[in-house]
């Protein structure tokens, strides 16, 4: 299913589900349509045989369409988040934009200044929410956003902006993933060079 987002209109909340299995996956998607008022921005299968929806709406009824489909999919749930007052650049970015076009950004290298924070979660849903507390905690930009493609189901986002607040940024994201169990890698790299990176970060 393709996007239907409208990026003048960040909705009130967005709802996430990883689901083991597109057969429980397609059912928990018509339980959460018809359980709340809700919009299915998108729906796809990914690494390790996951089935992801994308839900937005109000606040409520986000929440009640997740609870909704987590109890129809009952053990096939593998992780899930909702977001309330979602990040603009967060909302954005899962639509494949990004401030200043952060990707080409990232190929043709920041300013010395500008720091980068790369953090790795071990499921979409824990990316997701760090990367909007990460966004939520301090001025930086959201320059990558990767969710489960060729990475074995996990997750992983990349920020930019003054040392100091990146490493605030970083901090808070590091503690959401850590609280839900969902903490992979994290680094700072102060005066991030991405032409100089010793791996291709973008595909």
């Known amino acids: 299913m393709k996007f239907r ?5 960040v909705p009130s909340a967005i709802g996430f589900l990883e689901i083991k299995g597109a057969a429980d996956g397609a059912a928990a998607v018509d339980t959460a349509v018809k359980a709340a008022l809700v919009e299915v921005l998108d729906t796809k299968v990914v690494c390790s045989g996951k089935f992801t929806v994308l839900l937005a709406g109000q606040t409520a009824a986000v929440e009640a369409a997740v609870a909704a489909a987590k109890k129809e999919a009952g053990s096939s749930i593998y992780d899930l988040c909702v977001i309330g007052r979602v990040h603009p650049s967060l ?19 920041l300013p010395k200044s500008q720091a980068a924070a790369i953090v790795e979660a071990l ?25 489960g493609y060729a990475l074995g189901g996990r997750s992983y986002f990349t920020i930019t902006g003054t040392t100091g607040a990146v490493k605030a940024a970083l901090d808070t994201a590091v503690q959401k993933a850590a609280e839900r169990g969902g903490l ?11 032409v100089q990176f010793p791996f291709q970060m973008m595909g």
Not at 5 to 9: E, G, H, T, V
Not at 125 to 144: F, I, P, R, T, Y
Not at 184 to 194: D, E, S, W, Y
């Open 5 to 9: 987002m409208r990026l003048d209109n």
């Open 91 to 109: 909302y954005w970015a899962l639509h494949g934009q990004f401030p200043g076009d952060g990707h080409r950004r990232l190929v043709s290298g």
């Open 123 to 147: 499921s979409m849903a824990a990316g997701l929410e760090a990367a909007d507390a990460a966004l939520k905690a301090a001025q930086v930009s959201l320059m990558e956003l990767r969710l």
């Open 184 to 194: 992979g890698t994290h680094c700072l790299i102060p005066q991030f060079n991405a």
